[in-house]
């Protein structure tokens, strides 16, 4: 979000140039590393006596023993694994040679009885699955991983006679256990396979894992919970873990007396353990129809609060007891958008309980276990008198968010993972109709430009990028699809579909589409079809999204005119044409797309007439009188851009100049983000790009000024080092002085006017405005005096100045309240602040503390090497981190969705420079990336771009900057 000015952009990469003309010296960069000369001096002796050491060695032995290997390797297929890959783990062959299991046989109930000691860190338990037999078979596959498994027994039902089992293997790479049964089992036959398990409780985060938590006193508490999207299941309990292999399960759990367990679905009966003093037998009703993803328990603790929907479902939140009281809002929300959805899919909840629980150590921001969802902290706990309302908006989006999914995704679910798009697209869609449903000041409809379109638009811009629709085998490639296509242009992409059909027969054919396969799975062409159906247009919905979905990137929509004639003619968009990316996929529609085209006309006394018109996979024309000006993608619903020819950029230009509110500030935000992508790419000047922010000296909406703060800034980054630096800081600085003086530092306005006011704060405060940091700083001030006073609305603006211009005594002072602090939002905040220092030791002690898991628990070390990454101080420290620890993020992260994705373009996007772009390709070419394999080549691209843009725009920047900045600048301090 552009708010984040240091540290989050909408580009794949903001980098500086430290290597071109105008990069600070080697002595500089070395600081960075907290290098002294002396010690380069000594490294650069010992890595020379290294080098020369190695040097001798391959020499004596190159002779010897080059070829073996290498011939071996370019004699196997490509897409087959060798043959001795496939050795079970007591030496023999294992029979079955695909990553999916085979679909002989399909679940149709689990009975699980599981004992978790959070003392002795480890569980053990018992399942039985019954089956049905789908083809004859002689043999049973399902998954296991990192359990050892035990007592095996398969009986025919309903007879219970035993069939024997002749042998069992394990296939570790697969997580796969193989067993060998003595003769076949007919097709329609059901069987009970009976297991018992045991495995460890450690701290991780998928699978059963260990958590814990500090309460008020100090005193370090421990749970266990659950996370097993996409494929974590099997690290539990041995299992189908396939999405379409749905099943119904039972649970019983054992527990201390103290403590309470939960599940998917309600209790119904606790009893004492039979075989240990103060343990409980919990008891929970049997769940529907679902896929072991969706499967979740938790034992802790925590305390709760409830409440109940108008239909009757039974509302809880959970959270440690000295938190509950930031519960409050979360339960607000899920009753009323439980109640919303409710009418809005005409389907009710199918479950008789939702609850919600805060889970001090989680992965990703939330997961929709049918009935169970668990949260990150800051996800779902909001204390009005310590947290923004963009914090209490961020609680409402994600609980929105997974209450969607419990109907897209839970009730129907997809069949196979290369559709995991239909639940998160659907998903982040629909939360900004609950979210909208809670407070219509928040204007969420105006947000979505800059929340959802504008980052899918970038990230889908380049040739790294993938279709929505991708396919997958391997959990790497699983968790790889969970990024920003399948969620931000999923969502884009619906939002568009969902325009040019209509709001009724939209929702008409989305409830067709849940009733049709509710407890089952569906494919994208169900979807489209359901659509269809509901179409009174009559229009092929799969015909038109097929061109969405099963190509990556998107259209730049070209308006060219001659007289009253307007051509719209489409080409595929790429920021950066002259990439070296090898692109993994291609389009079999030639990158052309069926384009529901929204575009304004504007008459003569400035009204804005909406008109639409497809472009079937070519070009359109229309009249318009030659004296109207025509903008494309009126009201920013299309999943494109527009390019004009230069005579109607100026006149868009001078419109706004002159009077820029004839054109919405959703508008107004596009026009900014579309003309700067295009100086990127060489569509257009970059000099026309600078021309239109002359106007946001009047500009006093939220949107433009997020869009316009999000493209100087990469502009900033870009010429970080060079000498023109100065007056483009003054330039931007002066823009905004008008607005600032406007909202100065007053705790008053709507939503929109305050996270305005917090972004030109920031935007001060990182460019250095003298009176802004004055302010700034002296609040810092004020609040180490007195910590519960200070504005929640920018009191992240305050730390970060505290801490940017501050010394080490006020970042420990910052460090101890981030420690200490019982809200969650509030801590996000002080772990930002604590990155914002220009001291190199403090980054460099503050990375290793994410190591250590006592200050930074392991679910924060993305972030803060995001912070530090970000951070011009801390870039290299950053990238120098990840290296030497790569081994461990890998194995920490491995099987986590985003995260690994996340360390690798948040250490390297920021380089700009071909020595950075080498080492980073290197490093990666001897390194396993695992499910980051398409995060390097995002990467490697991005860097690629910040060093052709500089190359591009850095001389026409600066000649711009002497032309305009002492008109339109003065002093800001």
């Known amino acids: ?96 040679r695909d990553i999916r299991l085979p679909s002989s046989i399909a679940p149709l109930e689990y009975d699980i009885y599981l004992h978790p000691n959070l003392t002795q860190r480890q569980f053990s338990g018992d399942v039985n699955i019954k089956c049905k037999v789908i083809e004859e078979t002689k043999f049973i596959v399902l998954h296991s991983r990192d359990l050892v498994v035990s007592n095996f027994l398969v009986k025919i039902l309903p007879d219970n006679e035993e069939k024997k089992i002749t042998k069992h293997l394990e296939y570790v790479k697969n997580e796969q256990i193989y067993l060998d049964l003595e003769s076949s089992i007919p097709a329609g036959n059901e069987i009970l396979i009976k297991m018992h398990f045991e495995g460890k409780l450690i701290k991780k985060l998928s699978g059963f894992y260990l958590s814990s938590y500090e309460d008020s006193k100090n005193v370090t508490r421990y749970l266990a919970a659950t996370q097993f999207e996409a494929t974590a299941a099997r690290q539990a309990f041995p299992c189908f873990d396939e999405p379409a292999m749905k099943a119904k399960f039972s649970m019983s759990i054992v527990r201390e007396q103290d403590f309470k367990s939960l599940f998917n679905m309600p209790l119904i009966s606790s009893s004492p353990f039979p075989k240990g003093a103060n343990l409980m037998v919990d008891k929970f009703q049997q769940s529907v129809k679902m896929s072991t993803y969706l499967v979740a328990f938790i034992v802790c603790d925590f305390d709760s609060i409830r409440n109940t929907t108008k239909a009757g479902t039974n509302v809880t939140v959970y959270a440690p007891r000295d938190q509950i009281s930031q519960a409050h809002y979360a339960l607000h929300v899920a009753v009323t958008v439980l109640d919303s959805y409710n009418k809005l899919f005409g389907i009710p909840y199918p479950l008789p309980k939702q609850d919600l629980v805060a889970i001090p150590d989680f992965s990703s921001g939330a997961m929709e276990n049918w009935g169970l969802i668990t949260y990150r902290m800051t996800a779902v706990l909001y204390d009005p008198k310590h947290s923004s309302s963009r914090d209490k908006e961020w609680v409402a989006i994600v609980v929105a ?245 230069l005579a109607t950029w100026q006149k868009i230009i001078q419109q706004l100049k002159t009077n820029h509110k004839v054109f919405s500030d959703g508008d107004r935000a596009g026009f900014i983000s579309d003309a700067f992508e295009f100086s990127r790419s060489g569509l257009l000047d970059i000099t026309v790009a600078l021309e239109m922010t002359k106007y946001l000296a009047d500009e006093e909406d939220f949107l433009p000024w997020s869009s316009a703060v999000n493209a100087l800034t990469y502009i900033k980054q870009r010429i970080q080092y060079r000498e023109e630096i100065t007056s483009f800081k003054e330039y931007v600085l002066k823009l905004m002085k008008k607005q600032m003086l406007r909202l100065g530092w007053k705790q008053d306005g709507d939503y929109l006017t305050r996270r305005l006011q917090s972004l030109l704060i920031s935007v001060g405060v990182s460019y250095g405005d003298q009176a802004t940091v004055e302010e700034a700083t002296k609040r810092f001030r004020q609040w180490r005096q007195d910590p519960e006073n200070i504005d929640p609305e920018i009191q992240d603006r305050i730390f970060d100045a505290g801490v940017t211009y501050g010394t080490e005594n006020d970042w420990t002072f910052v460090k101890n309240q981030y420690l200490t602090v019982q809200v969650p939002s509030k801590r996000s905040q002080l772990m930002k602040a604590l990155a914002k220092s220009r001291d190199g030791a403090l980054l460099g002690r503050y990375l290793e503390y994410a190591l250590d898991g006592k200050i930074i628990k392991q679910q924060d070390i993305s972030t803060v090497i995001r912070y530090v990454g970000g951070n011009i101080n801390g870039r290299l420290l950053a990238w120098r981190f990840v290296q030497r620890n790569w081994a461990k993020l890998r194995k920490w992260f491995g099987d986590v969705s985003f995260t690994l994705n996340d360390i690798i373009k948040d250490s390297t996007s920021e380089f700009s420079t071909r020595f950075d772009l080498e080492e980073v390709q290197n490093f990666f070419k001897s390194h396993d990336a695992g499910p980051g394999t398409r995060a390097i080549q995002i990467a490697s691209e991005s860097i690629q771009m910040n060093i052709r843009w500089l190359e591009q725009n850095g001389e026409k920047v600066k000649s711009w900057l002497e032309k305009n900045a002492d008109q339109n600048t003065a002093s800001s301090g």
């Open 401 to 645: 968010h997974e209450l969607a999914h419990q109907w897209f995704g839970n009730l129907v679910t997809m069949k196979w993972w290369d559709d995991l798009w239909l639940n998160e697209g659907f998903a982040t869609f629909v939360e900004y109709l609950g979210t909208e449903s809670l407070a219509e000041s928040w204007k969420m409809e105006h947000q979505f430009f800059e929340l959802t379109l504008s980052p899918a638009l970038t990230y889908d811009s380049v040739k790294s990028s993938h279709p929505i629709a991708t396919p997958v085998h391997n959990p790497d490639q699983i968790n790889d699809l969970f990024d920003s296509i399948s969620y931000f242009k999923g969502a884009s992409v619906i939002r568009m579909l969902k325009t040019f059909l209509g709001e009724e027969d939209f929702n008409k054919g989305i409830s067709s589409y849940l009733k049709k396969y509710s407890y089952s799975n569906a494919v994208t062409n169900d979807l489209w079809q359901a659509l269809s159906e509901s179409s009174r247009q009559k229009i092929d919905v799969k015909a038109v999204m097929d061109t969405w979905t099963l190509q990556m990137g998107y259209p730049v929509i070209t308006l060219s005119r001659q007289g009253s004639k307007v051509t719209a003619s489409q080409s595929r968009y790429l920021s950066f044409p002259n990439s070296t990316i090898k692109e993994e996929f291609q389009s079999r529609f030639g990158y052309k797309w069926y384009v529901p085209f929204v575009y304004g006309v504007m008459d003569e006394s400035q009204k804005i007439v909406e008109n639409k018109i497809w472009l079937n996979m070519t070009q359109a024309t229309v009249n318009v009188d030659s004296n109207k000006l025509v903008i494309g993608n009126y009201g920013n619903t299309g999943y494109y851009r527009v390019n004009y020819e």
């Open 1 to 96: 979000m552009a708010d984040d000015i240091e540290d989050v952009s909408f580009l794949p990469g903001d980098t500086l140039n430290r290597k071109s003309l105008y990069e600070p010296s080697i002595p500089q960069r070395c600081r960075q590393l907290i290098c002294s000369k002396q010690k380069a001096t000594i490294i650069v002796v010992v890595m020379g006596i290294f080098i020369l050491v190695i040097a001798l060695i391959a020499a004596f032995a190159r002779s010897g023993s080059r070829t073996c290997e290498a011939q071996s390797t370019e004699s196997a297929p490509p897409t087959a694994a060798p043959l001795e890959d496939y050795i079970a783990t007591n030496g023999k062959k294992f029979p079955w």
